[in-house]
């Protein structure tokens, strides 16, 4: 039976604003200052329920607002839920011993400028306890893993956005945690910075760990997530494996030629729904599958050479704007 990492029931959280946060002591006043407007309160998260399974990579997705800092806060025990409940590698939310072997990169972290990267990680492994021994076999591992040794010598303050981006990775690390929060692990990186990031998770997955992780960099969690959540206004919309919520049946099909001049091209183009050419090649957008094999031999009977003939299935990006444009719709 497969064992769960991570799990939420119902969990929501309200900030209370203004007067109210001070007032709360005196129930019926603050009520009657919420109703005249004076004070009042929001609701960032209104009731997430998530179930992520031991050793997966888990994706954590929604809009700017959607509560996705909240709901990962109440996760590490940084703040407390209003209502509901969770637990953390098999303990409840908050308990020592379970964070203890967790590993946690908020989006905008803050670290000490002052400090070079040995030091910087020396630093949080004795937050863990290690030993001196274990901090610097840890530590050198992790900056060559990074890609930092090459700035090994300067302190944080001289270092660009992803340089800090990757130490914040190496500090997640520093214990060899089980359960690995990533929020927006992917921000400041280049290309070459994302694909490293990429190859580091799979590799914590090749070793049972659990990743959990939020971005908006949707081709990234594509790529590697086995399951995912959409969050939109505080609420669960849509949470599965990505073969599954992605597993709509297929529309429309990407048609290429080559060999087909620019009259006769526009002549097949009108049994399609969009066309296109690009360097000597025109591409076709046909609507289903029973269209298929009649606008083929067509453009085969024009003199086109058939280059390819694609289903297009719907993505991550097309899921997602689904799912916060029906929430924000009236």
């Not at 005249?36 to 888990?58: R, T």
């Not at 908006?216 to 505080?234: N, P, S, T, Y």
């Not at 076709?284 to 083929?296: C, G, H, P, R």
């Amino acid at each position: 039976m497969t064992q769960t990492a991570l799990s939420t029931d119902d969990i929501a959280k309200t900030f209370n604003l203004g007067f109210l946060g001070a007032l709360r002591p005196f129930k019926f006043l603050a009520q009657r200052m919420q109703l005249k407007g004076i004070a009042h309160s929001v609701e960032a998260v209104k009731g997430i329920s998530l179930d992520v399974k031991v050793g997966e990579i888990f994706g954590f997705l929604g809009p700017n607002g959607a509560g996705k800092t909240t709901t990962i806060k109440m996760l590490m025990g940084l703040v407390h839920p209003t209502r509901g409940s969770g637990t953390l590698l098999g303990a409840p939310l908050g308990d020592r011993a379970a964070r203890a072997r967790l590993g946690f990169l908020p989006e905008h972290p803050y670290f000490y400028e002052h400090l070079k990267p040995l030091e910087f990680l020396d630093f949080y492994g004795r937050l863990f306890r290690m030993t001196a021994r274990e901090r610097k076999k840890r530590a050198e591992y992790l900056i060559d893993r990074v890609g930092l040794r090459h700035a090994v010598d300067r302190p944080l303050r001289k270092y660009s956005k992803g340089m800090i981006q990757r130490v914040g990775i190496a500090q997640a690390l520093i214990n060899e945690p089980d359960l690995v929060v990533f929020d927006e692990p992917m921000s400041g990186l280049d290309p070459m910075g994302r694909k490293d990031v990429r190859d580091i998770i799979f590799e914590l997955r090749e070793k049972g760990t659990t990743v959990f992780l939020s971005s908006h960099i949707l081709q990234d969690v594509e790529m590697i997530c086995d399951r995912v959540a959409i969050v939109v206004d505080g609420r669960m919309r849509s949470q599965g494996a990505l073969d599954t919520l992605l597993d709509d049946p297929v529309e429309r099909f990407e048609v290429v030629f080559s060999g087909l001049d620019d009259e006769t091209a526009t002549l097949v183009g009108t049994h399609a729904v969009d066309t296109r050419a690009i360097a000597g090649r025109h591409t076709f957008i046909v609507e289903s599958e029973n269209d298929l094999d009649a606008f083929v031999r067509m453009g085969l009977d024009a003199g086109g050479h058939l280059t390819s003939a694609t289903p297009i299935r719907q993505s991550l990006e097309a899921l997602f704007v689904a799912e916060a444009s029906r929430e924000a719709a009236p």
